[in-house]
């Protein structure tokens, strides 16, 4: 099994900053794809950017040019620096990690973390 541990979520001002980790342990062999996706009140969850193992992002427009996904590989950890925070991106981060066995990837959901953005 993977278990991932997120923290970093909280309230904050508009236009301001914070920054998620997500650590993942357990039956890790290979991480491919590790992420970040948000799910608003009434909201379907949506991708909010993802990073390869080989570094290569991919965010979603809403958050491009203020959002910054990065990864360290050696600690199996994944953060999202999220700046410049809008009310809009009050929601519940969840982190997401595709972990390879046997030549398929198997996907694991974090617990999810609170992030509140007053106006």
């Known amino acids: 099994q993977v278990q991932l541990v997120e923290s970093g979520g909280g309230l904050v001002q508009a236009g301001g900053s914070l920054r998620l980790s997500c650590v993942a342990s357990g039956s890790i062999f290979s991480i491919t794809v590790m992420g970040w996706y948000r799910q608003a009140p009434g909201k379907q969850r949506e991708l909010v950017a993802t990073?390869?193992?080989?570094?290569?992002?991919n965010c979603a427009d809403s958050v491009k040019g203020r959002f910054t996904i990065s990864r360290d590989n050696a600690k199996n950890t994944v953060y999202l620096q999220m700046n410049s925070l809008k009310p809009e991106d009050t929601a519940v981060y969840y982190c997401n990690v595709a972990v390879r066995r046997f030549g398929m990837d198997y996907a694991y959901w974090g617990q999810g973390t609170q992030v509140t953005v007053s106006s």
């Open positions: 990073i390869t193992s080989g570094g290569i992002t």
